[in-house]
């Protein structure tokens, strides 16, 4: 595994056991690429509690709820998506914290106005919802998928310090 | 990634392809590695429907169905806490085909009888199910997360090449 991927894993799991926070993810372009880093760390089964790969729209809404309309209105790589996506990961597993992705790995998928390396993010700490569109360089599919799952844990970490610093 | 996995993983989109078989996948020890490998290769949305990365009883149950007296009276690590995920898996994402995973990675959670290296797997290729006990050898959480998904890999791909030969 990349090696800065496995250490902001680490930090990932370090922060959110010091808080007594638990995580999940809802992924569809990473894969379960995040939810492989997160579970590489010891221990990590007292901090993670599951995770949804959404590869299809069938399963982004049989298993997390989001409703098909959204998806027809805004595209599956979109803001709304990744939104709904990350409160249905947090009510399918019960965790305090969230993080979902959709978006262009490539090489094929793109289409006018999402080039391949287009990728939304959404991170709920504790019910505090933010998203994130990363237009990332196009590296290739398996780099593309490793720079979008180390950008989904440091925006993690960013929102888990803001949110409970502010609290 | 490992290179092996890799190879496995586009084995297994081609060889799915080929027969127009679409797969999903029930994670608890490998954590969404197996996900991850599968869907690390072009096209695999063509195959790959989506993954529930189980980590937590709970979750086992809320997104898989897994009867919480089953996990109750034989232990996660089990052959019928697998062959209920797998079937739980297909159910949830509609696909033909799934696999799903529960041991135990270390280098934490080993019980009487259950050392690291006790993995259980799951293959339900068009609603033929077997169950398949690892034993490995414990080399580290990593290479043991590493070691059950190729060997998921490869059940996966012998049950295919035996059901649909033989139906």
């Known amino acids: 595994m990349d090696a800065e991927l496995k250490a902001l894993a680490r930090e990932v799991n370090a922060r959110l056991r010091e808080l007594g926070l638990t995580l999940?993810?809802?992924?569809?372009?990473?894969?379960?690429?995040?939810?492989?880093?997160?579970?590489?760390?010891?221990?990590?089964?007292?901090?993670?509690?599951?995770?949804?790969?959404?590869?299809?729209?069938?399963?982004?809404?049989?298993?997390?709820?989001v409703p098909l309309e959204v998806i027809e209105k805004n595209g599956?790589?979109?803001?709304?998506?990744?939104?709904?996506?990350?409160?249905?990961?947090?009510?399918?597993?019960?965790?305090?914290?969230?993080v979902a992705t959709s978006g262009i790995a490539g090489p094929g998928g793109a289409t006018a106005g999402k080039p391949v390396g287009t990728v939304w993010v959404a991170v709920d700490v504790c019910g505090s919802v933010s998203t994130h569109l990363l237009q990332l360089k196009d590296e290739g599919r398996e780099i593309n998928i490793c720079t979008s799952a180390k950008k989904v844990l440091s925006l993690l970490l960013n929102r888990v310090n803001k949110v409970c610093i502010r609290q």
């Open 24 to 65: 999940s993810t809802a992924e569809s372009c990473t894969g379960g690429t995040v939810a492989a880093a997160v579970t590489s760390v010891p221990g990590s089964s007292a901090v993670f509690k599951g995770a949804v790969v959404a590869y299809s729209n069938d399963v982004k809404h049989a298993a997390l709820g």
């Open 76 to 98: 599956a790589v979109s803001s709304a998506v990744v939104e709904a996506m990350v409160t249905g990961a947090r009510l399918l597993t019960g965790s305090d914290c969230a």
